[in-house]
């Protein structure tokens, strides 16, 4: 099945809503109320979630609970993820502090770098090892996932060699640059100064009224 990014992205919105609705002890929630909640259409909300098959009853609402743990399964399967990081410098520690990166779906279980001031040293908790060390540790850990955070100019070879070595699934990368991987790792790009400048066009057309 294939699902559209945009839908993949509200259903993770409708999860983090369902979780808060759990943590108020709300147990029924409309269309309506989680359209409201998160800026969405409620006949939007209706159709994404009945594309999943029928759950909510007309009239009646959604179970929070039942809702949520459907959503949940289709993201994630019933293991936790095993991911490493690859170069922790500034952005690599800032989003190993970040609270909403703790999640029983996925564990950060090594980090590698080549500074030999952070390499034997635990950094938030976790390893860094030796970048040398990469394909023995990622197998030896079971690691699916990576997250690059290394500068631009590391970033190929970096994943080169995992990815050789180790059976990768996906890729997080944060270097701004564009990576060649294999056929079956599946890359993800998150790269900051693209999303700002995207806002920033967005918001010169609008005030231009629509006209570049
Ligand atoms: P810092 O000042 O701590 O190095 P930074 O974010 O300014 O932080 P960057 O130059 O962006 O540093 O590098 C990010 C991290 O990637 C650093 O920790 C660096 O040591 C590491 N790094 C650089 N090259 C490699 C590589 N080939 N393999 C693994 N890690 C690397």
């Known amino acids: 099945m294939r699902i559209a990014e945009p839908t993949v992205e509200r259903l993770v919105q409708y999860i983090r809503f369902l979780e808060r609705c759990r943590e108020s002890g709300k147990r029924v929630v409309s269309s309506q109320e989680i359209g409201d909640a998160l800026g969405i259409k409620a006949s939007q909300v209706r ?12 009239g009646v609402g959604y179970n929070v609970e039942k809702l949520y743990q459907h959503l949940n399964s289709i993201f994630a399967p019933p293991k936790t ?11 690599g520690e800032a989003l190993l502090g970040y609270k909403a990166f703790e999640s029983e779906k996925f564990r950060i279980v090594a ?3 080549i500074d030999p001031n952070k390499i034997g040293r635990k950094i938030h908790g976790i390893h860094c090892y030796d970048v040398e060390e990469m394909s023995k540790v990622l197998n030896e ?11 631009a100019s590391a970033a190929q070879d970096v994943v080169d060699r995992a990815t050789s070595s180790a059976p990768i699934k996906g890729i997080l990368n944060f270097a701004p ?16 100064f693209i999303e700002l400048e995207k806002l920033l066009f967005y918001i010169k057309l609008k005030e231009r009224g629509g006209n570049i």
Not at 47 to 58: A, P, Q, T, V
Not at 81 to 91: D, E, Q, R, T, Y
Not at 141 to 151: A, C, K, Q
Not at 179 to 184: G, N, Q
């Open 141 to 151: 850990e079971g690691v699916e996932v990576l997250i690059i955070t290394t500068p």
């Open 47 to 58: 159709k994404d979630l009945s594309y999943f098959g029928e759950i909510g009853k007309r």
């Open 177 to 192: 640059t564009a990576l060649v991987v294999p056929e079956h790792v599946i890359l993800y790009n998150v790269d900051i």
């Open 81 to 91: 993820w095993k991911i490493a990081m690859i170069g922790v410098g500034n952005l």
């Open 111 to 113: 980090l590698f770098d």
